[in-house]
């Protein structure tokens, strides 16, 4: 019975169709692989099919029969053996490409620190830039206004102490009035 099924596995019907009693038969992969993460599942689906598969065939020499060359093993065994090298290829295929993913997602964690961290520098660089400006604008000012203060407070004891009696008085004292209002 057991070789009837190898003989299955190895030469399936005319028709196509898996044999009702494999280990394939009942087993669906996931039907969408548009995401990486179902595309990963469809992989791992297919290892674990492969050593489902392995894991039901018998030893390839159950005789006792010492096969040191290729001439004396079965077919079924060089197809046992390539099956075997192909999963572990598979195996090491998968691990390196989770080991790439950790990669990329590492790599990925520090851009986007790296990104976080110039935002925050560049909104510092702002916030400081603006009140330098700030702090310029009011040092000009000062510069400007402070050599205006003597003459404004001159200007005031000048009104203080004037008083006009005449029309020329008066006219000179409304012209000074206008220049002190001015400021």
């Given at each position: 019975m057991i070789d009837e099924e190898k003989q299955q596995y190895q030469n399936p019907s005319p028709t196509g169709?898996?044999?009702?009693?494999?280990?394939?038969?009942?087993e669906n992969p996931p039907t969408s692989a548009n995401s990486p993460a179902n595309?990963?599942?469809?992989?791992?689906?297919?290892?674990e099919l492969a050593q489902a598969y392995q894991s039901s065939q018998p030893p390839a020499n159950t005789s006792g029969e010492t096969g040191t060359g290729t001439s004396s093993t079965s077919p079924t065994a060089d197809a046992q053996e390539l099956l075997n090298r192909e999963l572990a290829q598979a195996i090491d295929e998968k691990q390196a490409l989770k080991t790439q993913l950790q990669a990329m997602a590492t790599q990925l964690e520090d851009l986007k620190n790296q990104n976080l961290r110039l935002a925050a520098d560049f909104d510092n660089f702002r916030r400081r830039t603006q009140k330098e400006k700030e702090e310029l604008d009011l040092q000009a000012r000062c510069v400007t206004v402070k050599p205006l203060l003597p003459v404004?407070?001159?200007f005031e004891r000048a009104r203080s102490h004037l008083k006009p009696q005449t029309d020329g008085?008066?006219?000179?004292?409304?012209?000074?009035?206008s220049v002190y209002k001015q400021w």
């Open positions: 169709e898996t044999p009702e009693g494999s280990p394939m038969s009942g595309s990963n599942e469809a992989a791992d689906w297919e290892l404004i407070d001159n008085e008066m006219n000179m004292h409304k012209s000074y009035q």
